[in-house]
């Protein structure tokens, strides 16, 4: 079973701290994906990494930063967390671009910036 | 860019009706995937559409694709409380695209026993 795992279930912040949510995959996945999820707005693509060290920003890229030194681990970085980052983050790995690419999903970060 | 829109938002239904949640596409797409995401959980590959106008079966879950490849939907007979939860599709545009997929904004479904 493809196994994605997500650092921290929850997370408390204090606004203007630099943030920290790791995700590491089992699978030898080459694609990796960091989402945020808000009520009524579904599933919103941060940023996607389709090889080490390759990042391409996705549609809402402000205010983070992303790295992946490692195939398996895909790291999303809040360089100086607001309130408006509140949300769910979620992390999601797929294998090469071969037509059929699932996507699987950790359990997600629930992220508070006080 | 690519957008994919999904209603509607919510859906209430008593155990046993039918339940139908629709997927708009502002461009052609390659292919579709169903998700979905139970209460406090994370979400689950349900299953893939490729073809113009494909129509697949899981159970009581059927999928559609259209036939323009730009809208697709998600049917369920006789819904049960174990449907509960939130349905997204998402769809992938032509090319190399590294898997990138565009969710829609979800359905959320709630079962009344």
């Known amino acids: 079973d493809v196994k994605v795992t997500q650092s921290s279930r929850y997370l408390v912040k204090r606004t203007g701290e630099k943030v920290f949510l790791e995700c590491v995959q089992d699978?030898?996945?080459?694609?990796m994906f960091w989402y945020r999820q808000d009520p009524g707005l579904g599933l919103r693509l941060i940023y996607f990494?389709?090889?080490?060290?390759?990042?391409e920003k996705g549609d809402i890229p402000e205010g983070y930063s992303v790295s992946r030194e490692k195939k398996e681990r895909f790291s999303l970085i809040l360089e100086s967390a607001s309130t408006n980052q509140t949300s769910m983050y979620l992390c999601?790995?797929?294998?090469?671009?071969?037509?059929?690419?699932?996507?699987?999903f950790g359990a997600g970060t629930r992220l508070s910036v006080l | 860019g690519q957008q994919v829109m999904q209603i509607p938002q919510y859906q209430h239904v008593q155990e046993g009706e039918d339940f139908t949640t629709y997927c708009n596409s502002s461009?052609?797409?390659?292919?579709i995937q169903w998700y979905k995401q139970r209460p406090g959980g994370h979400p689950v590959f349900l299953i893939q559409?490729?073809?113009?106008?494909e129509v697949k079966k899981q159970k009581r879950l059927t999928f559609q694709f259209g036939e323009a490849k730009k809208n697709s939907s998600l049917h369920i007979t006789a819904t049960q409380t174990t449907d509960v939860g939130t349905y997204f599709c998402?769809?992938?545009?032509?090319?190399?695209?590294?898997?990138?997929?565009?969710f829609g904004q979800g359905t959320i479904l709630t079962v009344h026993p």
């Open positions: 999601a790995s797929s294998a090469y671009d071969t037509g059929r690419n699932i996507q699987y």
């Open positions: 699978m030898d996945h080459e694609n």
């Open positions: 990494s389709y090889d080490v060290k390759m990042k």
């Open positions: 461009t052609t797409l390659s292919n």
């Open positions: 559409l490729v073809k113009s106008g």
């Open positions: 998402a769809g992938r545009s032509g090319g190399t695209s590294y898997g990138k997929l565009t």
